[in-house]
Every structure is written in C-alpha cells, then in structure tokens.
C-alpha cells in the first residue's frame, strides 16, 4: 500500500516537504509518489490543498 496523488494536483510542491522519506517529487504533469519509498505515514495527505493525495 502506497499514496498516490491523482490528476487534482496542481504542482504546488507543498507535499514535498512533508515526506519523512523523501518519496514525493514534481513529474511530468503532476508531483508524484515512488510506491517502493512511500511508508503509507499519511503526511503529505494532510498538506495537499487540493485534497489531490489518497491511499491507493
Ligand atoms: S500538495 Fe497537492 S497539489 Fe501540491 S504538489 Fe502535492 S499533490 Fe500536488
Ligand atoms: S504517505 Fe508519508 S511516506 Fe508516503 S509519500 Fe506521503 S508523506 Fe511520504
């Protein structure tokens, strides 16, 4: 189990920061989360404005 962050995601950069782990950075057309890094904290769910973060 891992976060995702879906299409709502407006490239703020504010979840970066909140990962303990360092497992969010920007993509092509959206920040995304590595799956294999991701501990499943919940951090960067609470921080994304656009509620763009959910646990897959
Ligand atoms: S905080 Fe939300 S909107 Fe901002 S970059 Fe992260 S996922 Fe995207
Ligand atoms: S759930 Fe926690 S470990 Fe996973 S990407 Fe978000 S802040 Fe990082």
Known sequence: MAY???DK?????????SCP????S???DRFVINADE??????CA???PQ???LED
């Open 9 to 17: 995601c407006i490239s703020c950069g504010v979840c970066e920061d």
């Open 51 to 53: 509620e763009a973060i």
């Open 38 to 43: 991701c501990i499943s904290c919940g951090a």
């Open 26 to 28: 920007a993509g092509e």
């Open 4 to 6: 995702v962050i879906n």
């Open 46 to 48: 609470d921080t994304c």
């Open 21 to 24: 782990v360092s497992a969010i």
